[in-house]
């Protein structure tokens, strides 16, 4: 069903058969989109869904459980959504209520994470393996939702004409090649139906997929194994061997209806992990649905805004699907985005007295994948406010889940040739699989390179046969300390190298280095933390004074906690810059001698009804990037619809508005198809039912002035109105200007801003 485009002060009519009128015979998802609007986020259905069962034991720092009515508290959490591990942090305190001062030990991580392997007496992990694994079959608990999304045409449809006129020629190239790469992927998919595959509808995630892996005779296909997903929203270079590892993965996915887009599955994780967190806080703190929830989301210092944007239409899919939360409009509502390095930063000064103000420090963020080390100076230290110095930030492949594939790749080349052990069900790999998830929890976690003596640790192998060349004995396999330091020095020496480099760039530019600050999952391990303090020992010789490591409590909840700590005081933040533009699809009066754009315009459309040319498909944009705003701000202008005049006693005046945004464009009345306007993409939509005017009178049919090529019509005029409060955006279809809301949409625009921006 295509729209009548707004027009601003001057607006296009619409012709009969593509107006916003109700046809005979119409779908129920036309009916659908007239009762009530829609956003991007909303439409996506079909993912898998599962509950995991859970154990009933304490939160981290629970304290007593909460003993008043739930309604009366409000929760703040924050989600550190990592390459290999996520964590959950959250504050619970009453509603009207906020603490003037909180100490990082106030702060609770949530624990008790279904399928957590336990180790001795250690405590509950604080954060889960960011993994998921998808069933063979396909499984729809939100049907609902994937009608809606199956049957909807895509929004962008009615512009094929204009990107045809106006777009590159490598899209169509692009496209092709897309279908292609789809087919191969089918014809793929169909041998390996073939083969035999656990037949399961099971959903795993988390440590679920750890202890699926545990089994070494499991025969679930490995192609169906996600992990890493967070790489896909960094498109740098350094992530690119990552995200076309996936690809295939992604691709075999897509084809057996497990997910639509890619970043389905970083959705169906979070609700996932959402539902764990929702099942915690019900049990431990009393929550409840009525109780607020502030959601925090921590990004990397170096992602664009498209990719946060997606990351929080993402996060809104799982809160939907969760029922943790609340949406407003399918958005979520005041989403506060702060920087990871930000949020680290903020623990670490909250937890210590090391860092003063003034003082200049490397951040190194050692994660599971990625390790990045950016320099930084304290600017505030209450709040604490950072500012980044003008040293280029270094990032690298070496976290600590590539020592898993360094032990992986090392078992394998030393049972490659004994083939023996594959019986019932066993393979080489599968029992590599198996002792590579014993590594990632016991050895991995322990192992220090800096002791001079090691024990030769033994991995039970069933049915191994002695051999003293290979360092095996029966059903054990050896594993001396060489054969670690050989796993574990070439990501050692990735991260010191990034160190080196980061202090090397700072001294360039004059700025005195005293701490290297250490933190993320990987900072927890003890051969990272003595590799790197010996190489600052040499750094410090060297230049002839002291720079020190600094490992905080907790590094891998670091993230989150300090997320809390920055949201609960936002003053002093970023200056409201915008970095997107938002705008309305127009449709404007053909005005070359007025309008610059207009004049490449070679076939402007000519509108039955009013007889007069238009230019379809533009964009106003109304916020533009570069602009400061305040955190209250209006933006109104006047539309215009027409609707041909019938003897249809049923007609409908249905007005439909998009809003779009994009990183780039500033320049308004091109059309979408338009360089100026590469890379916009719809931000939501409302459909706004005006039939009204017709039925009680307040408007009359327009006639056609005598000698004009026109016909007669209904004119539908109303104020369209983007209104900016805070960190999210309204729009709304006003009649008369001014006066009621006759239909309104939200998003939250906080990924618009610099992260830390209130």
């Known amino acids: ?143 609902d939702a994937t009608e809606i999304a199956g049957n909807l045409d895509d929004p962008n449809d009615e512009m094929l004409e204009d990107l045809h006129e106006g777009g590159s020629p490598t899209d169509s190239q692009e496209v092709v090649e897309s279908i292609e790469e789809e087919i191969e992927i089918e014809m793929e998919d169909g041998a390996e139906d073939h083969a035999e595959d656990d037949d399961s509808r099971d959903f795993f995630w988390g440590f679920g997929v750890q202890r699926q892996l545990q089994f070494p005779d499991t025969n679930r296909n490995q192609n169906r194994r996600v992990k890493r997903s967070k790489l896909l929203l960094d498109n740098s270079d350094h992530t690119r061997e990552i995200r076309n590892q996936l690809r295939p993965i992604l691709n075999r996915l897509k084809n057996k209806k497990l997910i639509r887009n890619d970043e389905d599955v970083i959705a169906d994780f979070l609700e996932h992990l959402f539902r764990h967190v929702k ?39 799982a809160i939907r699907r969760s029922g943790f939360g609340n949406l407003q409009d399918g ?103 198996k002792e590579t998830i014993d590594f990632e929890n016991r050895l991995k976690r322990t192992f220090d390179i800096a002791r001079s003596k090691f024990p030769v640790e033994e991995i039970f192998i069933q049915g191994l046969v002695a051999n003293h060349e290979k360092r095996f004995s029966t059903n054990r396999l050896k594993i001396q300390k060489e054969d670690l330091n050989n796993v574990f020095k070439p990501r050692l020496k990735g991260v010191a190298r990034l160190m080196r480099e980061q202090l090397e760039l700072a001294s360039q530019k004059n700025l005195d280095v005293k701490k290297v600050i250490l933190i993320g999952g990987f900072a927890s391990s003890p051969s990272l933390q003595n590799y790197l303090r010996q190489e600052l020992k040499r750094i410090s010789e060297v230049r002839g004074r002291t720079i020190r490591l600094i490992d905080p409590n907790s590094p891998e909840t670091a993230v989150a906690s300090g997320a809390i700590l920055r949201a609960l005081n936002k003053e002093n933040g970023p200056a409201r810059v915008m970095l997107s533009s938002y705008g309305f699809l127009r449709t404007e009066p053909y005005e070359p001698e007025v309008v610059p754009a207009h004049r490449e315009i070679k076939r402007p459309w000519h509108d039955p009804l009013d007889g ?91 006639e056609p002035e005598p000698g004009e090529r026109a016909k007669r019509h209904w004119k539908v005029e109303y104020e369209l109105v983007m209104i900016v409060n805070g960190r999210n955006m309204r729009y709304e279809a006003r009649y008369p200007a001014g006066g009621e809301v006759q239909q309104k949409g939200q998003i939250s625009i906080a990924a618009a801003f610099v992260p830390g921006t209130n």
């Open 1 to 143: 069903m295509a729209q009548n485009d707004a027009l601003g002060s001057y607006q296009r009519p619409g012709n009969s058969m593509n107006s916003n009128q109700e046809i005979p015979g119409s779908s129920t998802l036309v009916n659908r989109r007239i009762i009530a609007e829609f956003s991007p986020a909303t439409l996506r259905g079909g993912s898998v869904q599962r509950d995991s069962s859970s154990v009933d034991v304490e939160l981290s720092n629970s304290g007593t459980p909460f003993e008043g009515a739930a309604a009366q508290r409000r929760f703040v959490v924050s989600i550190d959504f990592g390459t290999t591990f996520s964590s959950v942090s959250f504050m619970a305190f009453p509603e009207n209520e906020t603490p003037l001062a909180v100490l990082p030990s106030e702060i609770k991580s949530v624990v008790n994470y279904p399928d957590e392997p336990r180790l001795g007496f250690r405590e509950r992990r604080r954060e889960v393996p960011t993994e998921s694994w998808y069933p063979n079959r396909v499984l729809h608990d939100d049907q």
């Open 612 to 702: 007069r040319k238009y230019v379809k498909n533009t964009i106003d944009w109304l916020v533009k990037k570069g602009e400061e705003i305040p955190p209250h701000k209006v933006y109104p202008i006047s539309v215009l619809h027409t609707f041909p005049v019938t003897t249809r006693q049923d007609q409908r005046f249905l007005c439909e508005e998009k809003l779009y945004v994009s990183d780039t464009s500033t320049e308004s009345h091109y059309r979408i198809g338009d360089p100026k306007n590469r890379g916009a993409e719809i931000a939501g939509c409302i459909v706004a039912d005006m039939t009204f005017l017709k039925t009680d009178g307040i408007i009359v049919p327009v």
């Open 279 to 317: 099942e915690q806080l019900i049990r431990h703190y009393g929550f409840s649905d009525a109780c607020p929830v502030e959601f925090v989301l921590c990004v990397p210092a170096m992602w664009t805004q498209k990719a946060s944007r997606t990351m929080q239409s993402v996060m809104e899919t």
């Open 331 to 433: 958005s979520v509502e005041d989403l506060f985005i702060v920087s990871e390095p930000e949020a680290a930063s903020a623990h670490v000064l909250a937890d210590t007295n090391e860092v003063k103000l003034g003082e200049t420090f490397v951040l190194i963020d050692a994660g599971g994948g990625t390790v990045d080390a950016i320099t930084y100076t304290v600017d505030r230290h209450y709040p604490l406010r950072l500012k980044r110095e003008a040293v280029k930030p270094g990032g690298e492949l070496c976290g600590s889940s590539y020592l898993n594939e360094d032990f992986h790749k090392h078992l394998l080349e030393r049972l490659q040739d004994e083939l023996y052990l594959e019986i019932n069900g066993l393979t080489i790999e599968s029992i590599v699989e």
